[in-house]
Nanobody
Framework: QVQLVESGGGLVQAGGSLRLSCAAS????????MGWFRQAPGKEREHLAT????????NYADFVKGRFTISRDNAKNTVYLQMNSLKPEDTAVYYC????????????????????WGQGTQVTVSS
């Protein structure tokens, strides 16, 4: 099982960019689907982007397509979320998560499929 630590959050002006990183420990990272999710106050946790074990398949929520990019480096046990053109409504706590290891080409976007979560990193976008 992996353990996850996010970093890279902070305060940015609208239109700016941030790159989140999620460092994983554990022997199964390279075969684990990974995802980025976020949760704003009073709202449910929502899917942003997910990536399969090889990086060959990615899925994005419609509201981040064209702005956010998920990637992974299995040699470094790290998954990234590049966020551009940030908006005030992107303000939330951002979490990375790992699903059960599998070598499927497809990757789930469901929060319920992800069993290991990081502690979260705050992203605040000012207008």
């Amino acid at each position: 099982q992996v353990q996850l630590v996010e970093s890279g959050g902070g305060l940015v002006q609208a239109g700016g960019s941030l790159r989140l990183s999620c460092a994983a420990s554990g022997r199964t990272f390279s075969i684990s689907p990974m995802g980025w999710f976020r949760q704003a106050p009073g709202k449910e946790r929502e899917h942003l982007a997910t990536i399969n074990w090889s990086g060959g398949t990615t899925n994005y929520a419609d509201f981040v397509k064209g702005r956010f990019t998920i990637s992974r480096d299995n040699a470094k046990n790290t998954v990234y979320l590049q966020m551009n053109s940030l908006k005030p409504e992107d303000t939330a706590v951002y979490y990375c998560a790992a699903a059960k290891p599998n070598l499927r080409r497809t990757v789930s976007t469901s929060v319920d499929e992800y069993e290991t979560w990081g502690q979260g990193t705050q992203v605040t976008v000012s207008s």
